[in-house]
């Protein structure tokens, strides 16, 4: 669904649920690469090609970004990500466990695509992880 060059990232601090979110995108085989950190500065760096992500060759195609996360909110990150022009049209999938309406408005008006709220049993997560990366890539190639 998405080639070699492409990277889904997942920002998300809560070790379960980063590892949920792997698990089902590499079980359908949706993508070959993706890149699971637990922070802002981490994403940031693997946007831009810094630290230990400065030999990184591939683009990502599909971010998706909790909110509440150690160093930082996950809006900061998504305000970050549409003020660079490189990433300007990056599918952005804020995936969290807030049901506020608020940071949904909040998220939207930040220029977030899709404001998904974690389910709490696994067979759940994996359900809506695997529709919502399969829509994205559907949408990417329809655009290409």
């Not at 889904?8 to 649920?17: A, K, M």
């Not at 922070?39 to 090609?49: I, P, T, Y």
């Not at 404001?115 to 190639?141: C, G, H, I």
Request: some cysteine; glycine content about 4%; hydrophobic content about 40%.
């Amino acid at each position: 669904m998405f080639d070699h060059r492409q990277s889904i990232l997942i920002v998300e601090d809560n070790d379960q649920d980063r590892e949920l979110i792997v698990h089902a995108l590499t079980s359908y085989d949706i993508a070959q690469n993706v890149v699971a950190v637990p922070s802002v500065k981490e994403a940031s760096d693997f946007l831009q090609c810094r630290g230990n992500y400065s030999g990184n060759r591939s683009r990502v195609s599909l971010a998706m970004i909790d909110l509440n996360l150690p160093d930082s909110h996950g809006l900061e990150l998504v305000k970050q990500i549409r003020n660079n022009p490189e990433y300007k049209d990056l599918p952005i999938v804020v995936f969290t466990g807030s049901q506020s309406a608020i940071d949904a408005a909040a998220a939207r008006q930040l220029g977030a695509n899709a404001y998904v709220v974690k389910p709490t049993l696994w067979e759940d997560m994996r359900s809506l992880v695997r529709s919502s990366v399969v829509f994205w890539a559907q949408n990417m190639q329809q655009a290409t």
